[in-house]
């Protein structure tokens, strides 16, 4: 079974820095999701990536995904105490039936 | 757009209730529901996936008497935590997926369950 680990574990970053998020799948990716979950609440969707090489950029967040590496990576720019939560990752099937969810990346970030 | 009501978002009940959590999708049809358990943490455990109409696809070690789960509507999908014991209390979350006939559509997630068996 698919396995995607997180890195890192958990991460506190001052106000403004910028921070780098990895995603590494045990299996070929054929697609990856980001959400963000706040402690003790739902998942908010963020991004999906479909294609080898696929950037996107949502406000100060942006995702890349290396299918040959079997990797995406989460960088968050001049980041804000709202940045702070859980970053999860998610893969799915070729169908994007089921996802499996990384261990995830707890972040804070300090005013 | 593509919001997701679960309800309700905090249960405290005793052993041997049963207990029922619904998932509702607001402003589109869901083909595909989702249940998943977190515990503290950790990263969600995918419960089962349940398709419109039809019976739900559980995940390996989840008790299918355990956990009933029915999706009679493209809007609504139940989980019923039968006869519940401690072990079971969780934080459960559902996700909905929308009908889409060609592109990848992402799940959105409700807010969570947090179930407490005393």
């Known amino acids: 079974s698919q396995e995607l680990e997180q890195s890192p574990q958990s991460l506190i970053v001052q106000e403004g820095k910028n921070l780098t998020i990895n995603c590494t799948s045990s299996?070929?990716?054929?697609?990856l999701y980001w959400y963000k979950q706040k402690y003790g609440e739902g998942l908010i969707f963020l991004m999906m990536?479909?294609?080898?090489?696929e950037e996107k950029s949502h406000e100060k967040i942006t995702a890349k995904l290396d299918e040959k590496k079997q990797q995406s990576s989460l960088h968050i720019t001049a980041s804000q105490p709202s940045h702070a939560g859980i970053y999860l990752c998610?893969?799915?099937?070729?169908?994007?039936?089921?996802?499996?969810f990384g261990t995830g990346t707890r972040l804070l970030v300090s005013p | 757009g593509a919001v997701v009501s679960q309800h309700p978002s905090w249960v405290i009940c005793k052993s041997g209730t049963s207990v029922k959590i619904e998932c509702r999708s607001l402003?589109?049809?869901?083909?595909?529901m989702f249940w998943y358990r977190q515990f503290p943490k950790q990263s969600l455990m995918l419960m089962a996936t349940?398709?419109?109409?039809?019976?739900?696809?559980?995940e390996q070690g989840v008790e299918k008497d355990k956990f009933l789960i029915n999706h009679a509507s493209l809007t609504l999908s139940t989980l019923t935590v039968t006869s519940a014991h401690p072990e079971d209390s969780s934080f459960y979350i559902c996700?909905?997926?929308?009908?889409?006939?060609?592109?990848?559509?992402?799940?959105?997630f409700g807010d969570g369950t947090r179930l407490s068996i005393l």
């Open positions: 996700s909905a997926r929308e009908y889409s006939t060609g592109t990848d559509q992402p799940q959105h």
């Open positions: 299996k070929t990716l054929y697609g």
């Open positions: 990536l479909q294609k080898g090489g």
């Open positions: 998610g893969a799915g099937n070729t169908g994007f039936q089921k996802l499996v």
């Open positions: 402003d589109f049809q869901a083909t595909t």
């Open positions: 349940s398709n419109e109409g039809s019976k739900a696809t559980y």
